[in-house]
């Protein structure tokens, strides 16, 4: 994973209320693939704004892009705080 996440450029003019999965939050994040879950259990990633069901019953988690721009700004700030 990508020490400091990135907006790619093509997500940066979408509005804050834009909704994303899991492809934009690996690519924001520099991943690979993995389990989200794990992720955001250890706080690696921000907690998903909601949740939708999908076929098989499986759950998709989804992020709101402004919250995931206000995670990374913080993450950001914290990090140059810390000499991270």
Known sequence: MKKIPEIPIW???LP????IG???IYKIYGMN????????DRGTLPKPDFMVKRSGGHMAYKWKLGAIRK??????NNAEITGG
């Not at 389990?35 to 955001?40: D, H, P, R, V």
């Not at 995670?71 to 950001?76: F, G, L, M, N």
């Open 11 to 13: 997500m940066r003019e």
């Open 16 to 19: 804050n209320n834009a909704v």
């Open 22 to 24: 899991r492809e934009e």
């Open 33 to 40: 693939g993995g389990s989200l879950k794990q992720y955001i």
């Open 71 to 76: 995670a990374i700004k913080v993450d950001t």
